[in-house]
């Protein structure tokens, strides 16, 4: 799996998905590179709702692909303030860009503090071997 991409910058966990630190407390989730490649085509994606209430390690919803149906867990507690909308009409931008345009939704952390709790680039890529 080397060939796949995993920035930096941003924090991960053992169920795939990463996450992007924004402004005032507020964090991007989406799923790594590796997740989309295990998944397959993506045809549609079940998001929370906007002002929903994510408890830590909760199913929040779905990713369905060619291949299957996979829950999207929570990584950390707290509200989430936005979702992707393009993925209702495009759900294929997990699969080409799962960091970018493909990402899920964003949460007002509850404990800012948690983000030290999730994986770092290189464990990530260690958990992965």
């Known amino acids: 799996m080397s060939d796949l991409d995993y920035p930096a910058d941003l924090r991960y ?27 397959g085509d993506v045809v549609y994606v079940s998001l929370p709702a906007v002002g929903d209430t994510l408890e830590t390690g909760a199913a929040c919803g779905e990713v369905e692909s060619t291949k299957s149906v996979s829950d999207i867990y929570a ?14 009409s495009s759900p294929e931008l997990v699969n080409t860009d799962p960091y970018g345009q493909g990402w899920m939704y964003a949460v007002k952390l509850a404990d800012a503090g948690a983000l030290e709790g999730l994986l770092d680039v290189e464990a990530y890529r260690a958990q992965l071997s």
Not at 18 to 24: L, P, Q, R, S
Not at 77 to 86: D, F, P, Q, S
């Open 75 to 88: 990584p950390l507690a707290g509200e989430v303030v936005e979702v992707n909308a393009a993925l209702d």
């Open 13 to 39: 966990t053992a169920e795939h998905e990463w996450v992007a630190t924004e402004a005032d407390g507020v964090v991007r989730i989406g799923i790594t590179a590796y997740a989309q490649d295990a998944l």
